[in-house]
């Protein structure tokens, strides 16, 4: 019995720090960057929307959005496309970008 | 006496009973069908499907914006898996050979990977929490696709026969706490899934997820090189942005 409720007191908790951080995480996405709330589509189970929804919406965002998420990058420079004129691992505006991998996009991060 | 005493213990009973029906309302015949698709899935050793999607996300002031990816999705059971994004702006490959996950682009030529879980659904899931992306339709491909599905699922309906791209299928609603979700499954002996709908409740615009999975094949012969990644010439190595920890943990 003692353990059935520990095991909800848990699992409440669990829930709450999950719509927390539904709430909180959010992503940057197209040019001019808008945020974007993550929940999008939700996987089908609380235990995977928790988590995998911020994280899918940041993969999800394909082909010409930018992304540039502030949970998987640290930072919100990050950008999808580098700025007009700029290339990899050169100097552009006092900038360094490099590429990298966010989920399944090629992102640009300044170094 | 008896009839009374039955018709008493029926008076008493039926509130109770119609608020139990009120939350869980499970067509067993339903249930069925998406039990006959799990199996038939899970029995494949197989499998190639093309998959499009439209996933949507809803800005913080409120604007729906929806995000497309097309995807061809082979699989070998148990261990093996490659998605070839498809189209011109994300013609990237992920492959997964049962010990390494890797990423390459064919256009920018810049690859990525990482030592990953021994089983397919470990490495779905180290995927989408490690790296934050979701192979297409994942929820479909894991080893027991039922187990997952069903859970958290109060109530489940068979609304017919519709058509999905040509293929009759019987359309399935299933409600759950947070997320609506339903699947089209292909009537006859050949029980796939040709479209998957996932509904998000908790949230006021509540965004969708859709997938429609054709040209299926099941049991196709695939070539054992299907799965690994070699880095071709040229071919510049980069780093994979790991999810937050802290979202990460769980």
């Known amino acids: ?111 | 006496m008896k009839t009374t005493w039955l018709l008493l213990l029926g008076l008493v009973a039926s509130p109770a009973f119609a608020v139990e029906t009120a939350r869980t309302q499970i067509d067993p015949g339903a249930e069925e069908k998406l039990r006959q698709m799990s199996n038939y899935l899970a029995g494949l050793k197989t499998f190639r499907v093309e998959s499009k999607a439209v996933d949507e996300k809803v800005t913080t002031d409120g604007q729906k914006l929806q995000f497309l990816s097309d995807s061809k999705v082979t699989v070998q059971r148990p261990n093996k898996l490659r998605d070839d994004r498809l189209g011109a702006a994300t013609d990237t490959v992920i492959r997964y050979d049962g010990k390494e996950l890797s990423i390459y682009g064919k256009r920018t030529g810049f690859y990525a990977s990482s030592p990953a879980p021994g089983t397919l659904d470990g490495a779905i899931d180290f995927a989408r929490a490690r790296y934050g992306f979701d192979a297409p339709g994942g929820d479909l491909l894991v080893s027991r696709p039922y187990d997952d599905l069903m859970e958290d699922v109060r109530s489940a309906r068979d609304l017919g026969i519709e058509t999905v791209d040509g293929v009759p299928c019987h359309h399935l609603a299933f409600r759950g706490t947070n997320v609506d979700w339903q699947i089209w499954i292909e009537d006859g002996p050949r029980p796939l899934p040709h479209r998957y709908v996932i509904s998000t409740k908790d949230q006021a615009a509540r965004p969708e997820f859709t997938v429609n999975l054709t040209r299926w094949e099941p049991n196709v012969p695939v070539d054992a090189s299907t799965f690994n990644f070699t880095p071709p010439p040229g071919a510049q190595r980069i780093k994979w942005i790991p999810v937050h920890p802290d979202r990460a943990a769980r």
Do not use: K, N, Q
């Open chain 1, 1 to 111: 019995m003692r353990r059935t409720i520990g095991r909800r007191l848990c699992l409440a908790f669990v829930a709450l720090a999950a719509s927390l951080i539904t709430v909180e995480a959010a992503a940057i996405i197209g040019r001019p960057l808008t945020p974007v709330s993550f929940a999008g589509a939700a996987r089908r189970s609380v235990r995977r929307t928790a988590y995998a929804a911020p994280i899918v919406g940041a993969a999800a965002v394909g082909t010409a959005a930018a992304v540039g998420t502030a949970a998987a990058v640290g930072t919100a420079a990050a950008v999808a496309t580098l700025p007009h004129g700029c290339y990899v691992g050169a100097p552009c505006g006092g900038v360094v970008y490099e590429p990298r991998y966010s989920g399944a996009t090629v992102v640009y991060v300044p170094r």
